[in-house]
Structure formats: structure tokens, C-alpha cells
């Protein structure tokens, strides 16, 4: 099967940092752009960041530019998000999607939480 | 950065059609033929219904349908039904990378 998984999620203090996982399986990783996606709770979704297939271009929203970083590794089909100087409005639902071009994201995990707060 | 404008609500009985509106700007929904659409159901995962403003991923009902004109483009779903009640969030490449504020449709 194709899919996405998502772990890393839990409770941390503001000012925190936390590493989310998303592990692929069923398709070629390594040869797609691969995004974050959160969506707090109640609320609509909102694009984190993406990377593309070989990890040498990255983009981040401006709401997590300097405090989140998105990596991977294709050798272990899997892509990470380290987020650093967490805040409360960084509580969200974290999703991972394979973006099969122009921003289209075609395969979603099935999300993991966090919640910051002290 | 502005996200996409959606209506925050939309309603049908079974069997009619519902069109939910997306409307942007000349830097994306106008620019580019790249206009995504998603359900989400509670507590799911959001799902692909529509890519590249009209075509639909395998799997997807063809009830389901995508256009545009100019900055605004539409999703429209025929024939409703019970389990398309969800909310539907469109997309579009361009400078910025948003979603629309998302839609709950509300089958009657």
C-alpha cells in the first residue's frame, strides 16, 4: 500500500523543540516533493514547508521561517521536521503529503499531534 | 499572505448540486492552470479531489468537478450525497504557498 506516517507528535513547553517523523511506503521517495501541512485545532489547514526530492531546495511559510527544518533522508524513506522556539500557535495537527507537482498533494499521512503549552 | 477566499458554508439536498468558489489573484488561481481541491472529513485526513483545475486522481467520483475563470475558480459536485458532507479546501501554486480558508458542506 501507499502510504504516509506520521510520529513525533506530544506536549512540550514554549520554547521547546520537537522532531516529527514521516516514514513512505508503496512508492519512489526519493523522487518527489514532499510537504508539511498543520492544522490547528478548529481550523483550516496551513502549508508549512517543502522539500524536493533530493533534499537541495527547501521552502518554508513565513509563520516557521527560522524556527522549523525540514530534512529527509531517502535512504531510510523518510522525511523530518525539526521545530525549534515552539510556540502555543504552533499547536496543530501535522500532516505530511507526497506533492505530486505544483502543489498538488496527492498522499497524506494520517497526522500527528502537537500541543505546546506550559 | 492572503489565503484563497472560500464561502465558510455551502448546502444541498441529496441529488442537487453545489458549487463552492475559490477566488484568488492574478499571482495564482489567474496565473496558473494549477488549482487544486480537498475533502476532509472530521478527524481525517485531508483527501486530493481535483488537480490542475479539473482533473480528478483515481478513485474520485466524476459527480466531482473542477473549473475556472479569471481568479476565481469552482467545485462543483453533482448529484449529492450523504457522505460528501466534509469540508473542501482549495489550493494553488503561485508565489505563495496557501490554502483557501475551506468550506463545510452541509448536505440538507
Known amino acids: 500500500d501507499v502510504q504516509l506516517v506520521e510520529s513525533g507528535g506530544g506536549l512540550v513547553q514554549p520554547g521547546g523543540s520537537l522532531r516529527l517523523t514521516c516514514v513512505a511506503s508503496?512508492?519512489?521517495?526519493?523522487?518527489?516533493?514532499v510537504d508539511w501541512v498543520r492544522q490547528a485545532p478548529g481550523k483550516g489547514l496551513e502549508w508549512v514547508a517543502h522539500?524536493?526530492?533530493?533534499?537541495?531546495?527547501?521552502y518554508y511559510g513565513d509563520s516557521v521561517k527560522g524556527r522549523f527544518t525540514i530534512s529527509r533522508d531517502n535512504a531510510r524513506n523518510s522525511l523530518y521536521l525539526q521545530m525549534d522556539s515552539l510556540r502555543a500557535e504552533d499547536t496543530a495537527v501535522y500532516y505530511c503529503?507526497?506533492?505530486?507537482?505544483?502543489?498538488?498533494?496527492?498522499?497524506w499521512g494520517q497526522g500527528t499531534m502537537v500541543t505546546i503549552s506550559s | 499572505h492572503s489565503a484563497l477566499t472560500q464561502p465558510p458554508s455551502a448546502s444541498g439536498s441529496p441529488g442537487q448540486s453545489v458549487t463552492i468558489s475559490c477566488t484568488g489573484t492574478?499571482?495564482?488561481?489567474?496565473?496558473?492552470?494549477?488549482v487544486s481541491w480537498y475533502q476532509q472529513h472530521p478527524g481525517r485526513a485531508p483527501k486530493l479531489m481535483i488537480y490542475?483545475?479539473?482533473k480528478r486522481p483515481s478513485g474520485v467520483p466524476d459527480r466531482f468537478s473542477g473549473s475556472k475563470s479569471g481568479n476565481t475558480a469552482s467545485l462543483t459536485v453533482s448529484g449529492l450525497q450523504a457522505e460528501d458532507e466534509a469540508d473542501y479546501y482549495c489550493?494553488?501554486?503561485?508565489?505563495?504557498?496557501?490554502f483557501g480558508g475551506g468550506t463545510k458542506l452541509t448536505v440538507l
Open positions: 492574478s499571482s495564482d488561481v489567474g496565473a496558473y492552470n494549477y
Open positions: 503529503a507526497r506533492n505530486r507537482g505544483y502543489f498538488a498533494l496527492d498522499i
Open positions: 508503496g512508492f519512489t521517495f526519493s523522487g518527489d516533493w
Open positions: 490542475e483545475v479539473s
Open positions: 522539500i524536493n526530492g533530493d533534499g537541495s531546495q527547501k
Open positions: 489550493t494553488s501554486f503561485g508565489y505563495n504557498r496557501v
